[in-house]
């Protein structure tokens, strides 16, 4: 009886690790932590003539999700251009980058750049059915300040075009905490944990 106590206590504990490592990042929720209260958005054309139809913004442009959208055509190319962008983050969190939009270009691609303490450059480039594909990524920011980034165009080619309304660049803040459901599942499962370390040892 005493060896199954352990295993069972063994077993437990190394649940409770295998959350404390992967559950938060789960249990995340945008619904808390900081808040966007103000954007910024500009285009720069560094090869090629790219023609704006509709000029970069931010709709909405505050709150926990903001997006990024754009219409571009590349009327002479390959052209590159790349939009800069800044958020005002009211406090410590996560921010999470996820990329949408169509392209005429199935070469096209880029980059979505936003260094805070390490560069994040995950490249984008153009899905068999025309859709602009990203592995999506979360970065930390540690408290109330403007954060830049930039959305890189590397190539795009003459004649083609680049639609991200609504398709779009979401950008979410999360708080970086276990909802108060998951803490309290936490603190049961320590607790448990004790008991069968107790128990063990009798």
Same mark, same amino acid.
């Given at each position: 009886?005493? &060896?199954?106590y352990?295993?069972?206590?063994?077993?437990?504990?190394?649940a409770?690790?295998? *959350?404390?490592?992967?559950?938060?990042?789960?249990?995340? @929720? +945008?619904?808390?932590?900081?808040?966007?209260?103000?954007? #910024?958005? $500009?285009?720069?054309?560094?090869?090629? @003539?790219?023609?704006a139809?509709? *000029?970069?913004?931010?709709?909405?442009?505050?709150?926990?999700? @903001?997006a990024?959208?754009?219409?571009?055509?590349?009327m002479?190319?390959?052209?590159?251009?790349?939009v800069?962008?800044?958020?005002?983050?009211?406090? +410590?969190?996560?921010?999470?980058?996820?990329?949408?939009?169509? $392209?005429?270009?199935?070469?096209? #691609?880029?980059?979505?750049?936003?260094?805070?303490?390490?560069?994040?450059?995950? $490249? #984008?480039?153009?899905?068999?059915?025309?859709?602009?594909?990203?592995? $999506?990524f979360?970065?930390? @920011?540690?408290?109330?300040? &403007? *954060?830049?980034?930039?959305?890189?165009?590397?190539?795009?080619?003459?004649?083609?075009?680049?639609?991200? !309304?609504?398709? !779009?660049?979401?950008?979410?803040? *999360?708080?970086?905490?276990?909802?108060?459901?998951?803490?309290?599942?936490?603190?049961?499962?320590?607790?448990?944990v004790?008991f069968?370390?107790?128990?063990?040892?009798?």
């Open positions: 009886m005493k &060896w199954n352990k295993l069972l206590y063994l077993l437990t504990l190394g409770l690790c295998l *959350y404390v490592t992967t559950g938060p990042a789960e249990a995340l @929720v +945008p619904v808390s932590g900081p808040t966007i209260t103000n954007t #910024w958005a $500009s285009l720069d054309t560094t090869q090629g @003539v790219l023609n139809l509709t *000029y970069p913004y931010f709709t909405p442009d505050w709150g926990k999700t @903001v990024l959208e754009l219409d571009v055509t590349c002479s190319g390959p052209c590159q251009g790349t800069d962008f800044g958020l005002f983050v009211d406090g +410590p969190g996560l921010i999470s980058f996820e990329l949408g939009g169509t $392209s005429d270009d199935s070469t096209a #691609w880029g980059d979505v750049l936003f260094p805070v303490y390490a560069a994040v450059d995950p $490249s #984008w480039t153009v899905n068999n059915d025309g859709h602009l594909s990203m592995t $999506s979360s970065v930390s @920011v540690p408290g109330a300040d &403007w *954060y830049h980034g930039q959305f890189t165009i590397n190539s795009l080619a003459g004649g083609s075009s680049i639609h991200m !309304s609504p398709g !779009s660049l979401d950008i979410t803040t *999360y708080s970086d905490v276990p909802e108060p459901s998951s803490a309290l599942l936490l603190g049961a499962g320590f607790a448990f004790e069968l370390r107790r128990k063990s040892r009798r």
